[in-house]
Structure formats: C-alpha cells, structure tokens
C-alpha cells in the first residue's frame, strides 16, 4: 500500500473540537505515529480531518469561524501530509439529509463549491439542473461562506487557510519534522514540537472557545546554551525566553481557539525504549495462574489463559496470554501493594469514558485481597486506552488517564495521557490457542496477549516489600458486566458473574500472591539506608546515609505518580543526613494526609520508602 488516510485522527480531531478537549489529538496522534513507525510498508500517510462520506466540518464540530480556524491549525501543524476537503476552508457546512433515497441522502455535504456570494458562473450548474437540491440547499447567498466574501479580508477563515498554508511551505519543520508531544495544564490545548535538524517548532492550539493561561512541559527538551527567544512564524514576535529554569513550565496565554508556531531551539528528547511487544508473555514464567473457565466472549475473541507476574529492579512486569476484543471490553488488573485498599469496591462517580469501571461499585473481593490499585486496559477500533484508578480504604476512587496504544504495534509506549513515570502496555492480538468457548483444557497453549510495565513508584510498590503483593485480573464489559474470564479462575462456570458479583459465591481464591522467588528485586542491595524516623505525623523526617559526597535527589512522591515535593536536589556530603518534609508540595501547598513515597536517588541507584502523613 503506497498511501492511507489517518481516519481515526480524523474523528478524533472532531471529537476535540467538538467537545473542547485536546485529549484525543494526542492520543489519537500517538496512536497514529506508532502505526506509521510499526508499518510493514514504508507508505505515505495522508490527514484529512474532513470528507464528502461525513457531515461537513463547521457542521459537525461548530459552524464559528473561530473554531474553523482552530481547526485549520490542526489540519496544517501536524506531522502527516494535510488533505483539504473543498469548502472547508471557507466554512461551508452540510450534514446528511435522510429523507433523500440512497446516495442522495449526501447531497448537502457535496454541494457546489461557493466562489459566489450569490450562486451563480462559475459556480457549478448543479442546483439549475436539479430543482429539489437547489430546494433543500444548505448553502445561502450572502451567507458569509464564499470565496467572494472572504478573499482579501484580514482575519477571514479563508486568509487563515492561506496564512497557514504559507507558513507550512516556508518551514521545513512543518514540512518535514518529526513529533514530539508537549504537555499543557489547560486540557483544551495540544502542544508539541515538530522537529527537524535545520529547524524545530513549537505549536501550541486552543480547541476551546475561552482563552487559557496555561504553563507548557518541555522538562525534558534540550535547550542549545540553555535559553532560546521563541519567535512567532506568523507575527515574528518573540516572547519570553524558554530557559533551562522554565522549561517544565514555561508559561504560555492563548485566546479562545487560538494558536501559536513558535520557532525555538530545542532538541526532542529521545523517544523511550519500549520494553513490551505481547509477544513474549510466557518469558514471565512460571505462571501464577492458569484459567479453568472457558469463555463466554467468543473463542480468540476475549480470554485470559495465563497469569505471569515479575518483580525486576525497581519494577513490576505482568502478562496474560489470551486476547481482547476492540468494542470497548476491558482488562481489569487489581493490585494489592500496599496496607489498605478495599475489599468491597467503591468506584461511584469516576468520569467516564472509559465505560464499566464504574460499574465495580459493590463487587466483593475475596478475604485477605484489599486492591489499592486498578489498571484498565481497553480497546476499541484498533488502539488501547489505559486507566489508572487508586482505591483508598475509606472509599472512592480516583482516576488518571495514562494514555494511548496501539493494538499489535508491537510496542508498549504510551502517549497522550499524565504518565509521569512511564507506564508501558502492549496487546498482540493473534492468539488462536488457549481456552475455547467450551473448553479450558488447552489453556497453557497460548503464549501471546498482554504484557504490562509498572514502574513501582507507579503503583505504590516498594520493591523490597515485593513479596506482599497480591493480585487478580479479569474481563469487563461496557455495561458492567464482569465476565466469567477472571485470574485465577472461577471453577467452571459458563455464566458470567454479573454487574458487582460476591467473589464468595466461587471455590478457591480468585487472586494470587506473588511467589518469594519472583519477587526479590534485582537490584544491588542500597548503601543509602533510606528510613523514616518520624512516621505518622504531620512533618515527616527522612534520614539517609551517603557512603562518599555526590549529588543526590530526595522527593517525595504520591500514590498517582507526581512529584509532590523535591527536598533534596544538588551536591551533599557524605556521611549520615536527616531531612524533614512539611507535608507542603514545592508551591507551598499543604498535602492531605495518608500514604506517599520518599525516594533517594545518587550514583545512579535508588532506594524508596513509604512514609504516613497524618492530619
């Protein structure tokens, strides 16, 4: 195949102008460079975010040339060669009529291109020769929507097609650079940097009709000399400097649906190795779980064969063989890392999508087994969305988007989501082995599906505590229905369990412990003899001790994966050392009470301490 449409990103990008959210560019664009890097073929992408087969743009997302020029920016800044469907440029609008018969019924979004105020040559004849369309016409005279009255005019939609147009052609960047997504504290913004040798630009667009003081993260962007004057491609004005100081938060004003291409000079970080494929789950061996239930989903539709879990250095790598259908079904991963957690879970009120979490509410676990954590992994036309949901013993829960994937790229990187610390999951979705939809005996058979990178910071999980972790996995569907493909197994059944079922109401555990043997860190022992003197308290006290002077970091970091607090940064003596942390966050900002991490890093080891914050 020489060349094919990015569709998903042309939904999605409706969708965030739609809904005044950028969370499905990026996603969707992450997904889409992930496919173009994982394609057997070297082929041309083509990005279009309008076609004759669906509503016109300025109808389907909002007819304000504002938000159509909004629109046009994110036609012209990203990666992949811009496909203009005609009158999108001038905001023509048009949606399916279906009370025409068949073909007709797309009349309206193909109408005769407007170089007229009022129609007429050399404009199409279509609308002399059919009365009926001319009838039903959604285009107007003088409805603004015309070559004729944009042409010239400052500030039009068309001149800003024009503007951007030119600056595209001009920039080799935005030509030919590569992609590097920035994240943005205002949600409705997509910030990356198309980056090229000779030049690299910094885009920053607003989907949303209200303007947005925000900060931009290029923590970890190089800055060549350590200060560069982002310069404006459109105006050429310049505006603060983007310094090693600012640069994890460099502040930025954007005005309703408006956009900056700033010219800066930076170096993209290096993208993450990706450490996961789906293909090599049985290289987690010995499994910790093997299913016993045929499935109810449909054979190499959804299963789960086998359960594999690993503690490796300061990390968590688990697997399970089988497959997932791309409707919407999910994963379910539950982990018990930690004192607390919940045994009934509580779930009411998390956001959706995605859709089934949080239908959980009430189901109880087995005794013993009090998950702080959920992962949930689902996927839906080709791509993974992963979830994070932290369950407190007092109730509730709380929900982090970590980002998108592609099924069967071969890769487990995520994009588009808060993922500080790197939370790797990858689906290969050709399993053809396994449990049948009447049989679980071949279930060891099947060797390719999930796998699954957790940092320990990520999920709560000190890696010398490993041996305490406890966990289960098990299928959901959209409506809340847990189905009867849950590690380790239920025993048979063929009925799925139902919305929030009783674990009780099955023989045997249905979850597992992780084996001492897998669950020694692979790390050399620490000479840091990181300990929290002063627990429970509402200042907590950290003491530490440094075999030779070197530099040293000290952060403490909550159960979500942020950085709370940095109390130690820069060169420190050897020896023993105490260092006290205020329950502040690096603004000054007092932290709620309960469960954090302290972690020391020096000499490129690190070591990580829970800590209780009480108030």
């Known amino acids: ?4 449409f990015t569709k998903p990103f042309e939904f999605a990008a409706r969708d965030a102008l739609s809904w005044e959210d950028a969370g499905p560019l990026y996603s969707s664009m992450a997904a889409t460079v992930a496919a173009r890097d994982a394609a057997v073929v070297d082929g041309t992408f083509l990005c279009t975010i309008g076609n004759h ?21 994110v036609l012209l800044t990203q990666p992949f060669t811009p496909n203009l469907y005609y009158g999108d440029e001038i905001g023509m609008r048009g949606a399916k009529n279906t009370s025409y018969a068949g073909d007709a ?14 129609a007429g040559p050399p404009m199409s004849n279509y609308f002399v020769l059919n009365a009926a369309a001319y009838a039903g016409r959604i285009s107007q005279n003088n409805d603004g929507r015309s070559v004729a009255e944009q042409q010239g005019v ?30 943005a504290s205002a949600a409705s913004v997509w910030a990356f940097v198309r980056d090229h040798q000779d030049q690299q630009v910094l885009v920053a667009i607003n989907v949303s009709g209200s303007a947005r003081t925000l900060t931009l993260d290029l923590g970890d962007f190089a800055i060549a000399g350590g200060a560069t004057v982002p310069t404006d491609l459109l105006t050429g004005a310049t505006l603060t400097p983007l310094t090693d100081a600012n640069r994890g938060a460099y502040p930025l004003t954007l005005g309703a649906y408006g956009y900056r291409l700033l010219q800066v000079a930076v170096t993209a970080p290096e993208p993450p190795a990706s450490l996961l494929d789906g293909l090599a789950v049985a290289d987690l061996a010995p499994p910790l779980a093997l299913q016993d239930t045929p499935t109810n989903l449909g054979d190499n539709v959804s299963e789960l064969d086998r359960l594999f879990a690993r503690v490796s250095g300061d990390s968590l790598f688990v697997g399970m063989t089988g497959n997932l259908a791309t409707d919407g079904t999910g994963l379910c991963l539950l982990l018990d890392t930690a004192p607390g957690g919940q045994t009934v879970l509580d779930l009411d009120g998390v956001p959706v999508p995605p859709s089934g979490p949080e239908l959980l509410s009430g189901l109880r676990l087995d005794g013993g087994f009090a998950p702080d954590q959920l992962l949930f992994v689902n996927a839906y036309a080709g791509n993974i969305y992963v979830d994070q949901y932290t369950l407190p013993a007092g109730g509730g829960a709380v929900k982090t988007y970590r980002g998108a994937g592609v099924v069967g790229s071969g890769t487990g990187l995520l994009a588009g989501g808060d993922n500080p610390h790197g939370i790797q999951v990858a689906l290969d979705n050709r399993n053809t082995a396994g449990v049948t939809a009447t049989s679980a005996a071949a279930a060891a058979t099947a060797v390719t599906g999930f796998e699954i990178y957790l940092p320990a910071l990520s999920v709560g999980l000190v890696p010398s505590e490993a041996a305490s972790l406890k966990l289960a996995a098990f299928l959901l569907r959209t409506d809340g229905t847990v189905t009867n493909q849950w590690l380790p197994g239920l025993g048979g059944t063929l009925t799925a369990p139902g919305v929030a079922p009783d674990l009780a109401d099955y023989p045997g555990d249905q979850h597992v412990a992780l084996p001492v043997a897998t669950a020694v860190p692979d790390t050399a022992p620490s000479a840091f003899d990181l300990r929290v003197a002063r627990d429970a308290g509402p200042e907590l006290e950290f003491w530490f001790r440094l075999p030779e002077a070197a530099v040293a970091r000290l952060e403490i970091i909550d159960l979500r994966g942020h950085r709370v607090r940095t109390l130690l940064a820069g060169p420190a003596v050897a020896g023993e050392q105490m260092v006290v942390w205020d329950g502040a966050d690096d603004h000054g900002a007092r932290q709620p009470g309960g469960l954090y991490l302290a972690r020391l890093m020096s000499g490129g080891r690190s070591e ?7 108030r």
């Open 105 to 118: 019924a797309d009349i309206p979004m193909r109408e005769p291109f407007k170089w007229n105020a009022v």
């Open 53 to 73: 087969d669906v509503s016109r743009l300025a109808s389907s997302v909002g007819d304000s040339f504002a938000k159509g020029k909004a629109a046009a920016a």
């Open 154 to 183: 400052s500030g039009s939609l068309l001149e800003t097609y024009r503007e951007l147009i030119a600056a595209r052609k001009a920039s080799v960047a935005l030509r030919r650079g590569g992609y590097a997504p920035v994240t």
């Open 1 to 4: 195949m020489d060349a094919a």
């Open 608 to 614: 990580v301490r829970r800590a209780v914050l009480v």
